[in-house]
């Protein structure tokens, strides 16, 4: 069976300031992981997915995610905030080759100028 | 970009009132989906396909119902509206190369 724990539900820093939002999974197959982004109002939009490849993944507007199958996780970061990056953030579980798709409860990030 | 659509992105109806939303998506893929998400919630997936004449319940019962019967196209429909069906449904669709699913606009619904 597949979960995902997004780890917070709220995060905030401050514009220019790391980011960090944490998402731990757990899954009976090689799973594939992703992260997406919703800005108000709108559609998703995927930022980047690990699929056994590299285990550190680069995504669109400079954020990163690295897999670590030993602690089951797979944090998003990004080295500096944007107002911009003001959004829900959702982890996302899948099976390789598999079907349904996990989306953890989303973790909400505000940026403060 | 992503070419899947959301037909209407808002849509505030009468209790009783029989509705559908579209959604289609032109880069061919199989597999289709239909989420539920309210306001500051988790996305539930709600329907999905695996193709052509496929539709299978997803992990949150609705009262909603879907066909497939072109590849493209993946309507949902309500009967009957009610008040706790308002919400925003997201479809989707992923397949071929792609293993991420791409997603619409949404259809945000009230009803009232």
């Known amino acids: 069976a597949q979960s995902v724990t997004q780890l917070d539900s709220h995060v905030s820093v401050s514009e220019g300031t790391p980011v960090l939002l944490r998402c731990n999974y757990s899954?009976?197959?090689?799973?594939?992981l992703f992260w997406y982004v919703q800005h108000p109002n709108k559609g998703l939009q995927l930022l980047l997915k690990?699929?056994?490849?590299?285990?550190l993944v680069k995504g669109i507007n400079g954020f990163e995610a690295e897999f670590k199958k030993s602690e089951t996780s797979f944090h998003l970061t990004k080295p500096s905030a944007h107002m911009s990056d003001a959004a829900e953030y959702f982890c996302?579980?899948?099976?390789?080759?598999?079907?349904?798709?996990?989306f953890g409860a989303g973790t909400r990030l505000f940026v403060k100028a | 970009e992503a070419d899947i659509y959301q037909t209407p992105r808002y849509l505030v109806i009468g209790t009783g009132k029989k509705i559908t939303l579209e959604c289609s998506q032109t880069?061919?893929?199989?597999?289709m989906y239909w989420y539920q998400q309210d306001p500051g919630m988790e996305l539930h997936l709600i329907h999905y396909?695996?193709?052509?004449?496929?539709?299978e319940k997803g992990d949150l019962s609705s009262e909603s119902t879907v066909s497939r019967i072109r590849t493209e196209h993946f309507p949902l429909t309500l009967e009957s509206a009610r008040p706790s069906h308002t919400s925003q449904y997201l479809c989707?669709?992923?397949?071929?190369?792609?293993?991420?699913?791409?997603f619409g606009q949404g259809t945000r619904l009230t009803v009232v």
């Open positions: 880069m061919g893929h199989d597999k």
């Open positions: 996302v579980v899948s099976e390789t080759g598999g079907f349904k798709t996990i």
């Open positions: 899954s009976s197959y090689s799973p594939s």
């Open positions: 690990y699929t056994s490849a590299a285990t």
């Open positions: 989707a669709s992923s397949g071929g190369r792609h293993t991420e699913a791409f």
């Open positions: 396909s695996y193709g052509v004449n496929s539709t």
